[in-house]
């Protein structure tokens, strides 16, 4: 039972670059979400999804895009990778409803920005 | 933004001892959660509250949630070294139209030595 599963684990990229990081779940969840966390400031949402087809803007939604073409897999793109994007991104996915229900985490990306 | 305080950032105790968190909050939400998160892990739920003046036990763990919903806190008795970990609330908010976004807490790290 996978759950929620994050590639690739570690990535150095320079500034500039582009990259995508895949979120894949096993859990049948409806809603799926991108955060990053960063040092002394929690979880900040980026992007999310409500369903297959769907996404919308968080709070921290500049310089990523997302895709999810498939209710199983969320996409988070970064076009042109910048320093201060360095940071522990992590996808998470959970059931349809109004916060009461707990989200799934997969074990995040760490990704360095040069 | 509805923003979620947490203290103390860190804490530092020897096992045995008990602790308390606290996550605090000038905004109503309708739920919030608990959830611990260990080096190279994504975060996993150990709770959630959802009626003000609510109290959970988890072995032990107990978690408060304040009679207006604005505060919780949550408190390790006879702490051990597997309580070690990163603590973070995460608050859910009261529309109905809130997608099940979570606003989280910077965190508070506890460390427990034998």
């Known amino acids: 039972n996978a759950g929620v599963t994050q590639t690739p684990k570690f990535r150095v990229l320079k500034t500039g670059q582009s990259m995508t990081l895949l979120c894949a779940q096993d859990m049948n969840h409806e809603y799926m979400y991108w955060y990053r966390q960063d040092p002394g400031m929690g979880l900040r949402l980026i992007h999310y999804s409500v369903g297959e087809g769907t996404t919308a803007k968080g709070e921290v939604p500049d310089g990523y895009n997302v895709s999810r073409l498939k209710k199983q897999n969320f996409l988070l793109g970064l076009e042109s990778a910048a320093p201060s994007q360095t940071s522990v991104y992590f996808c998470?996915?959970?059931?349809?409803?109004?916060?009461?229900?707990?989200?799934?985490f997969g074990d995040g990306t760490r990704l360095s920005i040069l | 933004t509805q923003l979620l305080e947490q203290s103390p950032q860190f804490l530092s105790i020897q096992e045995g001892e008990n602790l308390t968190v606290y996550c605090n909050s000038s905004s109503v939400f309708s739920s919030l959660q608990w959830y611990r998160q260990e080096p190279g892990e994504g975060p996993v739920l150990l709770v959630t509250?959802?009626?003000?003046?609510e109290v959970k036990k988890l072995k032990r763990l107990t978690f408060q949630f304040g009679d207006a919903r604005k505060d919780s806190s949550l408190h390790i008795t006879a702490a051990q070294p597997g309580d070690t970990g990163l603590y973070l609330c995460?608050?859910?908010?009261?529309?109905?139209?809130?997608?099940?976004?979570?606003?989280f807490g910077a965190g508070t790290q506890v460390v427990v030595t034998p």
């Open positions: 509250v959802v009626t003000g003046g």
């Open positions: 995460a608050g859910a908010d009261r529309l109905a139209d809130s997608w099940g976004k979570l606003q």
């Open positions: 998470a996915g959970g059931p349809p409803g109004t916060g009461h229900q707990p989200q799934h």
